[in-house]
């Protein structure tokens, strides 16, 4: 009896308790944010410098008081890039812990299948990984964000700078699936359109993973072009210009993703990248105030820069925290409407997040690789120009994108 007293009297103490506005705010003292991220197998290096991004914005958020007054709290949750995987782990998080934004999504059904989770439940999910233009398109979605650039926008950007240039005969070769057949047409439309009598001399496809390129490479060569087009990255990268340039293939490379410094270690050979140039919406060289002083407190706190992926996560993970600061509360929808419409001035420029399609509107720049870098010995990045927001805008109503409020 005297049992059954004392655990009633325990319980009412706890209902009592929880009532409380102070027990309560006790209890809801930290904003989590959940990294949906390759942590494991062949795409870890990738997750892992996205996550590390995400994770340092975290850590200058809570530096400085944190947000709307609460600690940020990030998640890792291992994608081992699977739609299946992710969207499993990531529910049990919103039903067991009931978390409300979730960042990530690198491979592009990974950022798809989160996006759709996301609609489902009423929580918030965004990306600067996953560039697949449909996610922002005919698949868009009101819980759904990409504060990052996508596989159009990047080609549109690409075609600015190869124009500028003046090229007439182009090769182009790309990796045999979607993202690279969309470059591909993305580049080739922009193209066409600033450059009328430009001359595509030869167009090549090849399935992801090749390891021999010398029969693509004879095949460019004896198209004679004078530039080559690629959206090649990672391994196809490398392989291309390891095997191609001692074949002859002198020519310069445009890419999709030239300026990471894994590529151009891997190489070991500089002769072979350096004067190929690329586009971004992060690189280490903008000349901004924000950005240089970005740089130097992510090398102090870091011991190493933050190249590529590390800095494109951090500025959409301090967006979205604009995002719940303007909205003043982390009730989704609130957070969506503020979201709705929000310039973020940060170390890339100001990027505008689109209501019509909730893709982030921002510039691109141009880089072309060096031979001397201030941030590393080998062969490096660094910014010759610019691509405004709005030479690479994809207009609301060409997208594709029909968002049901």
Known sequence: MRKKIVYSLCFLTMVF???????AAAADDTIKLGAVQALSGTFKDIGERYLDGAAYAVQVINENGGLL?????????????????????????????????FYGGTGSAVGLSMAQLAEKQNV????????????????????????GGHTEQRAYAVAHQTAK???KKIAIIAQDYSMGR??????????????????FVIEIYHPAGTKDYAPY???????????????????DMTLLLKQGRPMGMNQRIIAFYINDEVTIQSLANDDYIIGSLGTEIYDLDIPTKKNQEFVAKFYKDKGYYPTWLRGKAYMATMFWAEAVKKAGTTDVAAVIKAWEGLTYDGPAGLWTMRACDHQAQMPYY???IAKQSKYFKHAYGKVTGTASAKSVEIPCEKTGCKMKK
């Not at 049990?92 to 978390?99: H, M, N, Y």
């Not at 969309?182 to 359109?193: C, D, G, I, L, Q």
């Open 366 to 368: 141009h880089i072309e």
């Open 124 to 147: 918030i999910m965004f990306t600067c990984d996953a560039d697949v233009p449909a996610m922002t398109g005919e698949k868009c979605n009101k819980n759904f964000f990409r504060p």
């Open 217 to 235: 490479v004879s095949r460019i060569l004896a198209a004679k072009p004078e530039v080559i087009f690629t959206p090649n990255w990672g391994n």
């Open 17 to 23: 308790m929880l009532a409380m506005p102070g027990f």
């Open 69 to 101: 007054g609460k600690k940020v709290e990030i998640i890792r949750i291992d994608s081992e890039f699977k739609p299946d995987v992710a969207t499993r782990k990531a529910q049990e998080l919103i039903l067991k812990d009931g978390v409300k934004f």
């Open 165 to 167: 240039l003046g090229y």
């Open 182 to 199: 969309e470059a591909v047409t993305a580049f080739k439309r922009k193209m066409t359109e600033l450059k009328p009598k430009t001359e």
